[in-house]
Each structure stands twice: as structure tokens, then as C-alpha cells.
């Protein structure tokens, strides 16, 4: 649908791009980087409402996303949401959750996608 196209291009925009600007003094048209985390944590509420949200190219760019833009916290949180949740996450979403966790000194959430990784590769 158009509108998974969108959500889909918000995330993949913000996994490949860093170049976002800090603070107030941003030029007219530049995004800050927290506008960007807010754009990629609403695409990501907005994906859950559809089969968007469990697809695992979804998953790894709103995890790379976050994680790049320095929004570990947020990139924690959504990862553990999708293990709660059973959605089958790939190895690379993992090793963003697990830097993002790292980055957070969050020891249980790096246990934990340690073991989500170690889980999927026995599938």
C-alpha cells in the first residue's frame, strides 16, 4: 500500500543517513536528529498497526535507523518489543539492538539479544 511505502522509506532514509544537525541553529530545510527519531518512532507505531511492522527489511532499517541516529534507548526498547512480541528478527537487526544496548550499558538487553542471535541461528 502507499502508505507502507512511506513508512517503509522513513526508516530506510534514516538507516542510511547521518548527516542530521544538533540543536536550534539548523539551516532553514535541515533536519534535526530528533525530528528524525520521531518520524522513525512514529513510522514504526504506524507499521505495527499492519503486517508492515513484522517484516523483517522493516525491522532492521527502524533498528539500523534508530541505532544511527544515536537513539539507543528507543532502538532497545523496539527490539525487546519484537522479541516479546515472537517476531522473528534477523541476525543484523540483533547486532544493531545489541551496539544500541551496549552504547546504554543495558548488560540484560545485551544478554538478551545475545541469546535472541543464538537462537536464530538454530532455526
Known amino acids: ?11 530506510k532514509y534514516a538507516s542510511f543517513h547521518q548527516d542530521f544537525v544538533e540543536g536550534d541553529d539548523a539551516p532553514d530545510g535541515a533536519l534535526r536528529r530528533s525530528q528524525v527519531v520521531e518520524l522513525v518512532t512514529k513510522a514504526v507505531s504506524e507499521a505495527r498497526k499492519t503486517s508492515m511492522g513484522t517484516r523483517p527489511f522493516f525491522i532492521f532499517h527502524a533498528a539500523t535507523g534508530l541505532r544511527n541516529l544515536g537513539a539507543n534507548a528507543e532502538c532497545v526498547e523496539y527490539m525487546r518489543e519484537m522479541l516479546a512480541l515472537g517476531v522473528r528478527v534477523d541476525q543484523r537487526s540483533l547486532e544493531a539492538a545489541t551496539d544500541a544496548a551496549e552504547a546504554e550499558a543495558d548488560s540484560g538487553a545485551v544478554e538478551e539479544f545475545l ?6 541461528g538454530r532455526r
Not at 500500500?1 to 526508516?11: F, G, R, W
Not at 541469546?115 to 536464530?120: K, T
Open 115 to 120: 541469546e535472541a542471535m543464538e537462537d536464530s
Open 1 to 11: 500500500t502507499p502508505k507502507n511505502a512511506v513508512l517503509s522509506c522513513i526508516v
